[in-house]
């Protein structure tokens, strides 16, 4: 069974920094494009950052460049989302997802992703 697991959200102050992680579970990575989103509250689900299938190619939100580092480990069959200097716009519920891309690109487009992860809730607050 095809599974994504997101882990790595908590609490934490404004300037501080957090990294998520996305496990994945059924399947191997290496074939995959995944995407990380987030869904503040009464807000649509916003794509972040995301990377390609052998990890070479990236791609942010304006919002987030300069702050947030995707990372790629086949080996360990997991994605990560190292974020630094969170503001409180970043408090949301971050996804993963991934699709089956061979290309060398990835997408910040939720409706193109294929399979999600439950989330992870990241709040920033003093």
């Known amino acids: 069974q095809l599974q994504l697991v997101e882990s790595g959200g908590g609490l934490v102050q404004p300037g501080g920094s957090l990294r998520l992680s996305c496990a994945a579970s059924?399947?191997?990575?290496?074939?995959?494009?995944i995407g990380w989103f987030r869904q503040a509250p009464g807000k649509e689900r916003e794509g972040v950052s995301c990377?390609?299938?052998?990890?070479?190619?990236?791609s942010y939100a304006d919002s987030v460049k300069g702050r947030f580092t995707i990372s790629k480990d086949n080996a360990e069959n997991t994605v990560y989302l190292q974020i630094n200097s969170l503001e409180p716009e970043d408090t949301a519920v971050y996804y993963c997802?991934?699709?089956?891309?061979?290309?060398?690109?990835?997408?910040?487009?939720?409706?193109?992703?294929?399979?999600w992860g439950q989330g992870t809730q990241v709040t920033v607050s003093s």
């Open positions: 997802a991934a699709r089956e891309l061979r290309f060398r690109m990835c997408m910040l487009s939720a409706s193109l992703y294929d399979y």
């Open positions: 059924g399947f191997t990575l290496d074939d995959y494009a």
């Open positions: 990377v390609s299938s052998n990890g070479f190619i990236t």
